[in-house]
């Protein structure tokens, strides 16, 4: 099976720390993410929260990434939103998750089967 770390690679500003990801030794080029990822209970699927920036007056903006470690595909969940993921979850068929947009006091969750991913190189 596949393995993956996150490397530390800086912080925003006021804010938590961001990192590179790395997927059996190789770096997800121009990509940081959160710190935060869940992990399917049969350990083939990771979820990352991407972050699209971290210019402290543009963000946060995010999105979910879902990795399938047996074939070496990504699928982005979303376009990038305002906002910090949340709880993850990951189901037989589907994978759960919340966007908290702290600065309108708002909590966004989402649904998302596995039949309707799609997943590319």
Same mark, same amino acid.
């Given at each position: 099976m596949s393995e993956f770390e996150l490397q530390y690679y800086g912080e925003i500003r006021f804010g938590p720390s961001y990192f590179r990801l790395f997927i059996n030794g190789n770096e997800l080029i121009d990509r940081i993410f959160g710190q935060l990822h869940c992990i399917s209970a049969n350990e083939r699927y990771v979820a990352f929260e991407e972050w699209l920036t971290t210019n402290y007056s543009d963000g946060p903006i995010t999105r979910v990434v $879902? =990795?399938?470690l047996?074939?070496?595909? @990504?699928s982005e969940l979303s376009d990038g939103q305002s906002g910090f993921i949340e709880l993850m979850e990951f189901t037989e068929t589907s994978f759960r998750y919340s966007r908290h947009n =702290?600065?309108?006091? $708002? @909590?966004d969750n989402f649904e998302v089967t596995?039949?309707?991913m799609s997943f590319k190189d």
């Open positions: $879902i =990795y399938d047996l074939k070496n595909h @990504i =702290y600065g309108q006091k $708002i @909590i596995f039949a309707s």
